[in-house]
């Protein structure tokens, strides 16, 4: 069973900064790509980070990936109070050599900013 995990949510105030983290556990053969959704109270799921960035946090926050260590990161910058969300992290991985990649999505990890 493939699970991504995710860390490092919590609450900060208006401007802060929090560094989320997310790895694939289980077995699988490689990585193809891992990014970031969120999910407000109300709202639908919005993309924010993978290949590009959501129009919403351009420029505050920053993906970096170690697919070796089955992980990716999730800076972000500059918080704002519409950034209060449900962060989820979906990894698409190859479970053997060859084939299509598939999509596996985490339980995910509550920030909350503060005004």
């Known amino acids: 069973q493939v699970r991504p995990v995710e860390s490092g949510g919590g609450l900060v105030e208006a401007g802060g900064s929090l560094r989320l983290s997310c790895v694939a556990s289980?077995?699988?053969?490689?990585?193809?790509?891992m990014g970031w959704y969120r999910q407000a109270p109300g709202k639908q799921r919005e993309f924010v980070a993978g290949?590009?960035?959501?129009?919403s946090v351009k420029g505050r926050f920053t993906l970096s990936r170690d697919y070796a260590n089955r992980m990716v990161y999730l800076q972000m910058n500059d918080l704002k109070p519409e950034d209060t969300a449900v962060y989820y992290c979906v990894a698409e991985v190859f479970l053997e050599n060859g084939g299509s990649p598939k999509e596996y999505w985490g339980q995910g990890t509550q920030v909350t900013v503060s005004s």
């Open positions: 289980g077995n699988f053969f490689s990585v193809y790509g």
């Open positions: 290949a590009e960035y959501g129009d």
